[in-house]
Nanobody
């Protein structure tokens, strides 16, 4: 598993971003996918997770109704659509993969991508 994330950036409050995580090893369909985030001086937290076939998802309470995780197994890619962004969403976002769903303690990690929401 070789995870590569992109799609972060600077956006105003209320705006949207879509994060993309691709497995260059093309084995992502075999794993549950997840997005974590870590804000400055805070612990890393699970934002959303999706099962291998995409039939099950789980979200942190703080993002329910605003974020949506999805996947395209033909492209070995997991997405995180983030809408109605708030300054509190500012963090480095990491994609991850694991054998179990939800992927709370992933075995595989990608490098982070910075998301900054200005007020």
């Amino acid at each position: 598993v070789q995870l590569q994330a992109c799609g972060g950036g600077l956006v105003q409050t209320g705006g949207s971003l879509k994060l993309v995580c691709t497995d260059r090893g093309r084995t992502f369909p075999l794993y549950a996918g997840a997005w974590f985030r870590q804000a400055q001086e805070k612990e890393r937290e699970l934002v959303a997770s999706i099962s291998g076939f995409g039939g099950s998802t789980e979200y942190a309470n703080s993002v329910k109704g605003r974020f949506k995780i999805s996947r395209d197994n033909a492209k070995s890619t997991v997405y995180l659509q983030m809408d109605r962004l708030e300054p509190e969403d500012t963090a480095v976002y990491y994609c991850a993969a694991d054998n179990t769903f939800p992927a709370r303690s992933p075995s595989y990690w990608g490098k982070g991508t910075q998301v900054t929401v200005s007020s």
